[in-house]
DNA sequence: GTCTATACGATGATAGAC
DNA sequence: GTCTATCATCGTATAGAC
């Protein structure tokens, strides 16, 4: 089986290309080349460059809602739920890192009114992360910071493993996400 | 005084340009509306778009590959190092947001040779900022973690402070730094 | 040093034959 | 559903008058 149609290469090819060109500079014709289809047979399976644009960020953002929706739902930890969340990001900027990529980088690039949704899923998606960081302070666990500082450092570093996380580097996602959950909970520093 | 030349104004627009659309979907139309010259204008000041990007990006560059020069000299301390970085890298993100954006999310869009020499400089400094972590560790200062999780997951908080940071959160540079430092340091969890 | 006019290649997208 | 041919637009950049 194995059998992908076109508009599944389209898409496919598209993240990839966009993650590698970036969204402005990837022109249909650059994505003509790697799907195999001349620019003016795309129009049979997507109605704009854009739309692919737009399917790729909805559903990246839907992967981090649902999961954070599931995160809340099976604990009511903060630290247990904080780790999940790093454990979410670790697995999905591993399983698709082309797509994670043009969905954290690209989606300023989106026209109205789905930027303008994007953005509203975004900080709802910030604001769940906070309400974790906030209990945790609430409930002596975690240090008292400043809010914005401690969400957007960790958030941060988990939104843009996809930028160094490269397979060839050998890292396996049990180390990546260990490691990262070690790090952001307890400090590089051993005292 | 605080005149500026028209060379300087089309720089110092261009990165709040590029910054605001990236630099490809930044056309030097855009750029004519908020200096307030023809584009044509343009090219009796400069070679070409990609000569701002190249000035930028090289000027960033440089900002930390000094930084990091100078941090080296001053202590040998692992601890003390890591700390004037983050220091750094807040300072140079504060002080001119556009700029360091456009560094930061932009290069790949510079034509060789400088794209080449700018990967070349910022292998180079990832280089000494791991230098930093494994001397820690060696001290046994430092959580011995995988040298490139460790190195990406600090360092990707600190390059992306930009993202986030908005002058009107009103979070003061001290705050900003010493939070940074806490939480990186020493980790969310109070235990 | 700034302007008007324009070159001219690349872009996203469409029309219509097969 | 894919193709060839083509369109309208916008991109960076240049020529040459003032």
Redesign the pocket.
């Known amino acids: 089986m194995e059998v992908k149609t ?1 508009k599944e290469r389209i898409f496919e090819e598209a993240a990839i290309l966009f993650r590698e060109k970036g969204y402005r500079a ?5 994505l003509s080349d790697r799907v ?6 795309f ?3 997507i ?4 739309e692919i644009l737009q399917k790729i960020c909805l559903e990246n953002a839907k992967k981090f809602v649902d999961g954070m929706k599931a995160i809340k739902k099976e604990s009511d930890d903060p630290l247990k739920q904080l780790q999940a969340v790093i454990r979410l990001h670790v697995d999905i900027a591993i399983k698709d890192r082309s797509s994670v990529t043009v969905f954290n980088d690209e989606w300023k690039h989106l026209s109205e009114p789905f930027l303008s949704d994007f953005l509203k899923m975004r900080k709802r998606y910030e604001k769940e992360f906070s309400k974790i960081i906030e209990a945790g302070v609430k409930k002596k666990i975690f240090r008292k910071l400043n809010p914005s500082i401690a969400l957007f450092t960790i958030l941060t570093s988990l939104r843009w493993i996809h930028y160094w996380y490269k397979p060839k580097r050998k890292i396996d996602v049990k180390t990546l996400e260990n490691d990262v959950i070690n790090l952001l909970v307890h400090g590089i520093s051993k005292v």
Do not use: F, I, T, V
Request: no cysteine; hydrophobic share 15%.
């Open positions: 076109s990837a022109s249909m014709r650059d195999g289809l001349k620019p003016s047979s129009y049979n399976h109605k704009s460059k854009e």
